[in-house]
């Protein structure tokens, strides 16, 4: 899991995991298997610069099982980053608002 809180890239507020979980608009970043993705979580988490979260893969993405990170939508850049620099591949960002009812794929 990601700190309890961290500071927002560009922002003065304060995104606790809690705050996080419960977000209707966010990224969901995707990865060619669950090895990568825990890499990548383990990659974030020893940066501890950007807030997210593991979750399952989102079903308007893909209906097999599977993990993916959460994050902010203004912190995906700062996670994609991380997770290429520590050696793991990105599979796919997901921009989801569950309140338009949209999912967008951005990469």
């Given amino acids: 899991m990601a700190q309890d809180s961290i500071k927002m890239s560009g922002h003065n507020k304060v995104l606790s995991t809690g705050d996080l979980i ?6 969901a970043i995707t990865f060619p298997n669950t090895h990568t993705a825990l890499q990548a979580e383990k990659a974030l988490q ?10 399952p893969v ?3 993405i893909s209906s097999g099982c599977g993990l993916s990170v959460k994050v902010a939508p ?3 850049r700062d996670a994609i980053e991380i997770i290429r620099n520590s050696g793991n591949t990105v ?6 608002d569950k309140n338009r009812n949209t999912t967008e ?3």
């Fill in 91 to 96: 599979e796919g960002v997901y921009r989801i």
């Fill in 46 to 55: 020893e940066t501890g610069a950007v807030p997210f979260v593991i979750m």
């Fill in 74 to 76: 203004d912190s995906f």
């Fill in 22 to 27: 419960k977000m209707d608009n966010y990224c």
């Fill in 58 to 60: 989102p079903r308007v």
């Fill in 105 to 107: 794929r951005l990469i």
